[in-house]
Structure formats: C-alpha cells, structure tokens
C-alpha cells in the first residue's frame, strides 16, 4: 500500500509540473500575442496619424514660344520662247513656308544674278541670260499677282507679306517674258535669291 500511495503521490507532482508548466506557456503565448497586437495597433495609429491632415500649393509652369520659319523655294519653268509670238510667256513657282502660328512674316527676292542695266531692288530688271563669255539675255519679271502687275522686289514695300497658320504655307510667284525680244537662240538661266523675314 505505502508503495502504491508514494506512485500516486509522484504521479500527482509530475501531473501539477506539467499542468503549472502548460499554464505558463499559455501565459506567455498570451503575453506574445498581447504585445504583437499592441505593435499593430500602434502601427495603425502612427500610420493614421502620418496621414490625418494634408497641406497644397501650386505649381507654376511656363514656357516661351519662339517665331521660326522655314522656307523653300521651288523652280519657275517657263516653255520655250519663241521671238516671234506676239503673246508674253507666262510661269509660276510656288514657295513652301512654314513659321510659328500668328507669327508676320514677308518675302522678298533679289534681283537676280544676271540683272540689266537700271536694275534696283524696288524696281528689278530681272534677266535670264546664256553661258560663255558673250552671253545673251533675256528679260524677264516676277509678280506677286496672277495678273502679273505687281512686280516682286527685293525691299520691305515691294516683298510680300503674310500671316503664318502654323502649317506649311504656299506661295505663288507669276513669272511673265515679255513678247518680242530680239534674242539669239540658246539656253537661258538666271539665280533669284528668295529671303524671308520674320
């Protein structure tokens, strides 16, 4: 009996270890879970507060728009001329612009390379003329009208004048060789420099 009453009395101490033991590891699972939850809730009320009030202001932007242009100038062909016909020899070139929107811009040309004799920029006596040491000419005028009565100079007053769109603009030149010039046959040719102005 005493060896059977010592058994049950070491069974009930290992049994209160165990239980005391089981119940501090619940304690501290407690505690654990205890601190964690008060790290995310202090985290919660940091991250609430980080974001509970917000301040604004403005931001100025700015820039300038420059006036530029482009320009090209395409050919003036005339067909051939014949010295006997009684009717002018007309042509028309067309100048390609293309400038900053709203910009004013003008075009002037210059009286060419192979000009006669009295030639000015407000009044140009444009001629076409043949290669080698004697060469032939040929007068000829440019216009800004197609009813070639305004001729095309080389000043302020004389070029001619637009508004530019923002988008590539044509501009027509109206050529005329006047009718009954005594000329040689032959090739003829000239250089008109075409200036635009913004």
Not at 24 to 35: D, E, G, P, R, V
Not at 101 to 111: E, F, H, P, V, Y
Not at 144 to 163: K, L
Not at 168 to 184: E, F, K, L, W
């Amino acid at each position: 009996m005493r060896t059977i009453s010592n058994l049950s009395l070491a069974a009930n101490c290992i049994y209160q270890q165990k239980e005391k033991s089981m119940k501090t590891k619940f304690n501290q699972s407690k505690i654990k879970l205890a601190i964690a939850s008060a790290i995310v809730a202090g985290s919660m009320g940091l991250s609430a507060t980080s974001y509970a009030a917000t301040d604004t202001d403005t931001m100025a932007v700015s820039t300038s728009v420059l006036m530029s242009c482009t320009i090209s100038a395409g050919a003036m062909t005339f067909g051939s001329y014949d010295p006997s016909a009684s009717t002018d020899n007309d042509a028309t070139a067309t100048i390609i612009s293309t400038c900053t929107s709203g910009g004013a811009a003008k075009i002037t040309m210059s009286q060419g390379t192979a000009a006669l004799t009295g030639s000015t920029d407000s009044v140009p006596l444009r001629a076409m003329k043949t290669a080698g040491d004697f060469p032939e000419f040929l007068g000829y005028h440019l216009y800004t009208d197609d009813d070639r009565a305004i001729v095309w100079g080389n000043t302020d007053a004389t070029g001619e004048g637009f508004t530019a769109d923002g988008t590539a603009q044509s501009i027509d030149v109206y050529g005329r060789i006047p009718a009954n010039q005594i000329v040689a046959a032959g090739t003829f040719s000239d250089t008109v420099g075409v200036t635009l102005t913004y």
